[in-house]
């Protein structure tokens, strides 16, 4: 029986790529990327010469099967996304439920995802926390918000640059304009930057300056002191 590996890769500095996941993207039958465009890219720059096949949300439930059965037959896959953790506001979870469900061991690399270093460079409590990636949209964005009001832990959203003031705005209505919150910009990358402060004084900053690039948002609980 193969092995299925979730190998996380850069969400900035190519090199924050782990050297165990080079050479477990070189040993590998196959490789599953979200965009082989982009992951095309990432191989190419560590001389890293496998098959790529497309797997992403669009085709994961129909794709899924076929991967598990290559995995059963004894092929060893990886599974990589544009950048950070596959599984992690990323395509992986439904492939790893699958392969766990049919007797596939899977490893999972230690490497980069984008809210760890938000959050520990935000300067508001990492000890205990609430991720809640991307907010949805529309339908069900006020009720989420309202459900997130009386929450202790430290609260971390990923946003787009488009949305972010908007996001910040909705933030201060429920949540009050003087609750701390670090938005933590272009992360592992040149221009990476922390904006922090209460939500009514970031609100005044991205008005200011117009966004750029991926966010996250890391909120301080209700009543947090720190």
Known sequence: MGMLY????????????????????REVDLVLAEDTRTSGILLKHFDIKNQLLSHHKFNEHGTSAGIV?????????????????????????????????????????????????????????????????????????????????DEERTMIFYESPYRLLKTLEQFSETFGADRQVSVCREISKVHEESVRGTLAEVIAHFREHTP????????????DEK
């Open 6 to 25: 979730i190998v996380p890769t850069p969400v900035g500095n190519m090199e924050d790529m782990t050297l165990r996941a080079i050479r477990i993207l």
């Open 69 to 149: 059965s290559r995995l059963l037959s004894g092929q060893d896959v990886a599974l990589i996304s544009d950048a950070g953790t596959p599984g992690i506001s990323d395509p992986g979870f439904f492939l790893v439920r699958e392969a766990v469900r049919a007797g596939v061991e899977v490893q999972t690399l230690p490497g980069a995802t984008a809210f760890v270093p938000a959050l520990v460079s935000s300067g508001l409590p990492c000890d205990r926390f609430a991720f809640e990636g991307f907010l949805p949209q529309k339908k069900g964005r006020q009720t989420k918000l309202q459900s997130l009001a």
């Open 212 to 223: 750029k690039g991926e966010i996250v948002i890391v909120l301080a609980g209700k009543d």
